[in-house]
């Protein structure tokens, strides 16, 4: 490594510099903070600023300064361009207005000397480059960027330097030293405070900003700073919002490398300009890379160490499958994490001491255990705090392993280590009494079989949780860093192991469990263990963070270069021959069959019909725009692309075809390629220009069709685990007219273990899916579907279909779907019904006796909320029992989807057998997603892990539901993982940006519920005496009214008045839907905001009625003691109190923040017929009403006005918008 | 002031030549995705997805060598490079800089650009691992010409992306070995050429493979072959191609 006087002679003012205050460090204090300050140098930039040529490319301009390679440094090119400046120039007025205005007004000292600072740099309008490689940008003229008149491009030397940017307004310049780390940097410059530092935010000179996690407890890998970087490192106590640091490094982003140093030097007063610290010693031993924590799965396939799990979890949209085996069990896993805060998943257990059943029956097969699991994180770690989690284990199933524990976990450098309670199965050592038996003596035993929650299984046994003794567990996890792929583990295990499911399981002779851990690549880890003291476990993890898959698609064809300008052919395109080619050619590009091609005005029209497919529609709308720009006529200056499926309409893009190939034939700056790239999906059918003479139209009838392997197994059954059947599927899908098309699918099945396959279960229900097994086994070839089916629109939103046939493996019929859905909508309805036969066992043509009719009317919602979407379908099922089916789903922007289901009927938990109901997991994958070759299909593993008979669905095929997902207003936002934007500052994590370092979402809203009530107590406080005494004179005046009222309803109790009365007090129920509608996302961001204002409200006057009730205890009128019946303070029953009505406080606090911000004092009415519900049933008299209704009005109000109120740094309201920028927004005073 | 280049390809925009599959970019990563695509594709029993599985099985299973077999334009200069075992042909689009020390520009289809300067690599781009501001400080010693013999030290510094890492300095060593039996050389005798290793002594290639250079015995400074790791999972090979006239008699 170079000695500090070594800096690169390239590094021209900045080493004068150094070299100049040299001379002075012998003399220097020798303590932080106190070094030598840089003097300040004239504003000459040391960059090498030629003239660009408006017009050129930068390659052109690069290869004009003989710059083929980039020069030296290349990182060092900027690029500023004009267009950009306005923007940039808000960025540095929001910037200023946080400094001067709210870490100011917090206090914070060096505010001040930021703001300055920040006032003196210029707005550059800099975008970063992905390249300065002049003949690769000559071969990727897509980025290139086009110089325009009033752009700079400079050059520079490597400044030599590094800056460290402080929380307190210093800036500490040092030598750069080669892939030397950043908290290296930081360190030197802090000294001792430097482990206050959790973040850090790298400026690099390429114009990127990364943030660098530091410490101890939240390291991970990070590039080093470049020359010229700058690191901004605010330590924890200071408190700087996450937010303004954004903002801050995203500004400094903008500076070309080093100078933003330099002109700190002119505008900090000297006690504050740019130093280098006087202690500081360079060290020729370059500091380890900081690493991630390796948190791999426990035997369980939870997260954690060994039988013990951790408040760790994988990353968001991770799977794991974890194979273990400690004797007796050996146990498959499998686990995801569809949210940050939850890991949840099913295993089956081989429980080798135990057979499944009788010989006769299952022969000498182990028992076999189907579990299912869930662990929710509660909050997220912090340097202070620790990452804590609530978990479950055999939450729904044979409760042979049931437990409950809660875990915290804390990182330290190669360290982890956990310390948590354990009830259940996890805590059989039973050492505690279970501290919450101090609550309720409840507590202190665990119930089981029926007291706990059912016999049948599947259920969940609430009344065990968290119930009986407990145990202590957990361990420590060490990864050195001199061994960087292995882990060891250590724990206490909370089970002594003498009371196991099933005897001959020898107990523990030791609590110490032992393992170690090898990665054995990004995606597997083999561990060997030491358990009990006496035994010897064995796993197996396969993981991958599905979210993230994604592939280049090598295997496609090339789609045509785009040209600058329409090709000179292009205008050869008018033969339909040559049309129909551009039809197969978009096709082969996309996937997509094309309709009809339509040319009119300067608009062509291109009508995709089906199918659609899955996802990743922009890349394909790109290929498609490049085959139409490179055959259309140079004329069609728009194209409308329409999307249908079977003549459905779906939705419609339209491009401006120089607009798009701007974008493609250059590297714009990022407002411009804003403009260029303005699409936004419409409703089918507006105004397509004039395109109505048609060149192109398919016929009306298609065949498609394709064989493909296919593989059905059958898990965990008494004739042996795993039961399958391989062979062949053939399919078809034929048009046969406008929106009439067949489906059908032929399975032969080759390669199978169905002469093991014996059992049928038991049912007390109608036979209508136990029977199974006679239709796998009893054919080789079977039909498995073959039906026809009818679509039409009957309107813009509504949707129907007839269809007949083979529906599914199992049933044959007929039946029609109606659906509404709207274009773009959060919401859709539908109602199908079918009249269906059951089939024959060999899947041909016949049918069995038993009939039935089947439908649901379905509720799909997508909420909004974390890309999840919600089904309720109520219905008859095919045993002939009533119920609900619910799905919830999260889709990934990669078009992984991770979902669970549960139908609950009418049909009783005994009567539905083993499991008490169906339920299940499912994950679909888009093919795109894993492939390297574009396909419009997905792959789904659904785990059902019963075939009952109760709550037994239809299997359809297709639905409208499916057929209209082009109406989703994500179908164009899914694509593939890992994209590289190199927009300035998208480094950043946006989500993160929103949060307030509590677990998003669940905690974050109590977080924000919480910091609500406390200015709310505050607001109160601060109330003049006036309206308190006007309130008690409200109050006190209606409960002159109390006695009439009550000797009122107590006449009016007939059935009409008892039914007013009756939905008079569910009004504050409908009102707290509609608010919650409202914060999903159905309208716009101030309904939203209105809306979880408003649902906050109803929480905190909830609390505060409460209080009131457990002060006042008042006896309500049907209690029949008269109207001043009181009892003291926290009395028996104060909880029940009449005063004050909780009813009509949370229905004025639902109502008021809508009804003052949309002016609308009507909803008041409705608040205000909930008192009358609670006065005709006699809970309360006028005057509780009155307090409720006034304090919910009051609380209300209140809380608005905190939203209305908010200040900068301090509840500033975020929104994201589509085009992925955040804008924070506030109403200055 | 103006490259002192020399435009090869015929025109610009650059038309490389079209060769399916001549592109590297992530082809390690298909590779290492695809059986585990296919197989989740099989279990999943998806029929209509069969094209592209099928595809998918052909590419990893049935993987020829794109290099094989083409009719090659005579205008134009090739080199067959390999990337992780990977062939493709690259087409010489410039050479930049003075006559004395010019530097090679070659394209593959996929727009990658790969530099070599007297044979030896001096930077990528558009790679998924690029080396950007190569220099020799002190120069780059001559050949060694004897069977044993051994260069000075002299020093490389290169800049790598992605990961920001900037001026890595490494000293590195020339010794003459004897022809290797392992190379990716193709379609040539190794014993033909003499083979040169370097070494790096100090920095951060130190636990890289040597780089290794197949050089013509009749222009001792010729270089045919060369290959070299650019990282543990990024190892290049490049190739004088066709192999007919690529070696000076």
């Known amino acids: 490594m170079k000695p500090a006087l070594a800096v690169p002679q390239q590094s021209r003012v900045l080493t004068r510099q150094i070299l100049l205050i040299l001379p002075w460090l012998a003399l220097a204090p020798d303590s932080w903070g106190n070094g030598q300050t840089v003097p300040p140098t004239p504003p000459s930039a040391p960059m090498n600023a030629t003239a660009v040529r408006p017009g050129e490319r930068l390659s052109d301009w690069l290869l004009r300064q003989g710059l083929p390679a980039g020069g030296s440094f290349p990182a060092g090119l900027v690029w500023q361009s004009a267009n950009e400046k306005p923007d940039q120039a808000d960025w540095k007025r929001e910037l200023l207005l946080w400094l001067r205005g709210g870490l100011s007004g917090r206090g914070d000292q060096a505010a001040p000397a930021f703001a300055d600072w920040i006032q003196h740099l210029p707005v550059t309008g800099r975008v970063p480059l992905p390249s300065a490689d002049a003949r690769l940008l000559q071969a990727r003229i897509q980025e290139d960027p086009v110089l325009a008149a009033g752009d700079e491009i400079s050059t520079m030397a490597a400044p030599g330097t590094v800056a460290v940017l402080r929380d307190d307004a210093r800036i500490c310049l040092l030598p750069f030293v080669a892939g030397q780390q950043a908290g290296a940097y930081v360190a030197a410059c802090y000294g001792q405070n430097a482990d206050q530092v959790d973040v850090a935010w790298v400026v690099q000179a390429d114009g990127h900003v990364q943030r660098a996690r530091l410490a101890e407890w939240n390291a991970s890998p990070q590039d080093p700073p470049t020359p010229g970087a700058v690191i901004w490192s605010p330590r924890r106590e200071v408190g700087w919002p996450l937010l303004l640091s954004e903002r801050l490094a995203r500004f400094l982003a903008t500076q070309a490398p080093g100078s933003a140093v330099l002109v700190a030097g002119l505008a900090m007063a000297p006690a504050e300009a740019p130093y280098v610290p006087a202690a500081f010693k360079l060290s020729s031993q370059l500091s380890l890379a900081p690493r991630d924590f390796h948190f791999s799965g426990n035997d369980w396939g939870t997260t954690g160490l060994l039988q013990t799990p951790t408040a760790r979890m994988m990353p968001e949209g991770s799977y794991r499958v974890t194979l273990s085996h400690v004797y007796p069990y050996g146990r498959a896993n499998i686990m995801l994490q569809p949210f940050e805060w939850l890991e949840a998943g099913f295993r089956y257990t081989n429980i080798q001491n135990e057979l499944y059943g009788p010989t006769a029956l299952s022969g000498t097969q182990a028992y076999k255990d189907k579990s299912v699991d869930a662990k929710l994180k509660l909050s997220r770690e912090s340097a202070t705090s620790p990452e804590v989690a609530l978990g479950f284990v055999d939450l729904a199933g044979t409760g042979l392993f049931s437990s409950e524990y809660l875990v915290a976990s804390k990182r330290k450098g190669d360290w982890d280590a956990s310390l948590g309670l354990a009830w259940g199965y996890l805590g059989n050592r039973a050492e505690l009494r279970n501290p919450l038996a101090a609550a309720s003596s409840a507590f202190a035993t665990r119930p089981t079989g029926a007291s706990a929650g059912g016999t049948t299984g599947g259920q969940l046994a609430t009344g065990a949780f968290f119930h009986g003794p407990a145990s202590i567990i957990g361990g420590l996890q060490y990864q050195p860093a001199w061994l960087p792929n292995w882990q060891f583990k250590a724990e206490l295990d909370g089970n002594n192991y003498h009371g196991e499911p099933f005897p001959g399981v020898k107990p523990a002779t030791s609590p110490l469990n032992l393992g170690v851990v090898y990665n054995a690549s990004n995606n597997a880890d083999l561990s060997v263990g030491f358990e009990r003291g006496n035994q010897l476990m064995v796993s197996l993890q396969l993981y991958d963070q599905l979210s993230q898959a994604h592939i280049p698609k090598v295997l496609d064809t090339p789609p045509p270069e785009v040209l600058p300008e329409s090709p000179a052919d292009a205008a050869a395109a008018a033969s339909r021959e040559a049309w129909a080619q551009i039809a197969q050619l978009l096709l082969e590009q996309t996937g997509w069959p094309v309709k009809s091609i339509a040319l009119g005005g300067n608009t062509l029209q291109v009508v995709f019909d089906p199918p659609i497919g899955a996802l990743y529609a922009r890349e394909r709308v790109d290929r498609a725009l490049a085959v139409l720009h490179r055959y259309a006529p140079a004329g069609a200056l728009r194209f409308v692309l329409t999307f249908t499926e079977y003549g459905l309409p779906q939705t419609e893009l339209v491009v401006r075809r120089a607009d798009w190939v701007t974008d493609h034939i250059s590297r714009l700056p990022p407002s411009a390629h804003r403009a260029a790239t303005d699409v936004h999906p419409r409703p089918v059918g507006g105004d397509v220009g004039g395109a109505d003479t048609a060149v192109y139209s398919r016929p009306s009838y298609s065949l498609n069709g394709g064989i493909a392997p296919m593989f059905h197994p059958n898990i965990g059954g008494p004739d042996g685990f795993l039961i399958y059947a391989a062979g062949v599927s053939a399919s078809f899908d034929a048009q046969l007219g406008e929106g009439t098309f067949a489906l059908g699918n032929v399975d032969g099945r080759i390669l199978d273990n169905y002469s093991l396959f014996k059992f049928d279960a038991p049912s007390l229900l109608p036979h209508v899916r136990t029977n199974f097994r006679q239709f796998l086994t009893t054919s080789r070839v079977t039909l498995t579907n073959l039906q026809v089916n009818h679509v039409e629109a009957l309107s813009d939103d509504s949707f129907a279909m007839a269809y007949g046939g083979v529906l599914e493996f199992m049933y044959a019929g007929v039946g029609g779907e109606y659906l509404y859905r709207p274009w773009n909508s959060h919401f859709a309805l539908g109602v199908d019904v079918n009249r269906v036969q059951q089939r024959g066992y060999d899947q041909r043509f016949d049918l069995q006796s038993y009939k039935t009719t089947v439908g649901n009317l379905t509720l799909y919602w997508d909420t909004g909320w974390e890309h999840v979407k919600s089904t309720v379908s109520y219905g008859r099922y095919l045993a002939g029992d009533v119920g609900a089916t619910f799905t919830f789903n999260r889709t990934f922007d990669n078009g992984a989807t991770m979902g669970i289901f549960f139908t609950k009927t009418n049909v009783s938990a005994a009567q539905y057998g083993e499991g008490s109901f169906d339920k299940g997991i499912f994950l679909n994958l888009p093919f795109d997603a894993v492939l390297p070759k574009s396909s419009s299909n997905l792959m789904s593993f659904v785990w059902d892990p019963l075939v009952r008979d109760g709550g037994a669905r239809l299997n359809r095929g297709v639905s409208l539901y499916s057929l209209t997902d082009g109406r989703d207003e994500r179908f164009f936002d899914y694509h593939a993982a890992g994209r590289n934007r190199w927009d300035l500052g998208d480094d950043a994590d946006l989500d993160a940006l929103a949060s307030s370092g509590q677990v998003h979402p669940i905690t974050s809203l109590a977080a924000d519920v919480g910091h609500t009530g406390v200015r709310l107590a505050g607001q109160f406080w601060n109330q003049p005496a006036s309206t308190w005494l006007t309130a008690a004179g409200l109050i006190g005046g209606s409960a002159l009214l109390d006695k009439p009222l009550a000797s009122f309803a107590a006449k009016h109790q007939t059935a009409i008045y008892n039914r007013l009365g009756s939905d008079a007090t569910a009004m504050p129920y409908f009102l707290a839907v509609g608010a919650g509608l409202a914060a999903t996302g159905t309208g716009d961001s101030l309904l939203d905001q209105t809306g979880w204002t408003a649902l906050k409200s109803a929480l905190l006057d909830y609390g505060l009625n409460l209080g009131a009730k457990l002060a006042v205890d008042r006896a309500r009128p049907v209690a029949g003691t008269g109207t001043y019946q009181f009892g003291g303070p926290l009395g028996k029953g104060a909880a029940n109190s009449s005063f004050m009505s909780e009813h009509v406080g949370v229905a004025f606090a639902l109502v008021t923040p809508f009804a003052q911000i949309y002016n609308a004092p009507a909803l008041y009415a409705l608040a205000g017929a909930t008192a009358f519900g609670r006065i005709q049933q006699q809970q309360h008299f006028l005057s509780d009403t009155v307090a409720g209704g006034l304090f919910g009005y009051m609380v209300g109000g209140l809380t608005l006005s905190q939203q209305r109120d908010a200040r900068p740094g301090e509840g500033v309201r975020l929104s994201i918008g589509t085009d992925r920028t955040i804008r924070a927004y506030w109403e200055l005073p | ?249």
Request: glycine share 10%.
């Open chain 2, 1 to 249: 002031m103006p490259v002192a280049a020399r435009s090869v390809s015929p025109s610009l925009p650059l038309k490389v030549q079209a060769l399916p599959g001549s592109g590297f970019l992530l082809q390690k990563r298909f590779q290492r995705v695809a059986p585990l695509a296919v197989v989740l594709s099989l279990l999943a029993a998806c029929s209509t997805g069969a094209s592209a599985v099928r595809t998918t099985l052909s590419g990893v299973v049935f993987e020829n060598d794109p290099t094989a077999n083409v009719a090659l334009n005579s205008k134009l200069f090739y080199e067959r490079v390999t990337l992780g075992g990977h062939p493709a042909l690259l087409v010489l689009g410039f050479e930049d800089g003075p006559a004395a020390g010019k530097t090679e520009v070659w394209y593959s289809h996929e727009r990658e650009v790969l530099r070599l300067q007297g044979g030896r690599l001096i930077g990528t781009a558009g790679m998924t691992l690029n080396w950007t501001a190569v220099s020799f400080p002190d120069g780059v010693p001559a050949w060694p010409t004897g069977d044993t013999e051994t260069s000075a030290v002299f020093r490389r510094r290169h800049s790598a992306e992605p990961g920001h890492l900037t001026d890595l300095d490494e000293t590195l060593q020339l010794t003459s070995i004897a022809p290797p039996s392992n190379s990716g050389l193709k379609d040539l005798d190794p014993a033909k050429l003499r083979w040169v290793e370097e070494r790096v002594l100090t920095g951060v290639g130190r636990a890289l493979p040597p780089a290794r250079y197949g050089l013509s015995r009749a222009l001792p400074s010729r270089v045919v072959y060369g290959e070299q790791c650019l990282a543990g999972a990024f190892c290049l090979t490049w190739q004088r191609w066709p192999v007919t006239g690529a070696v000076p008699e």
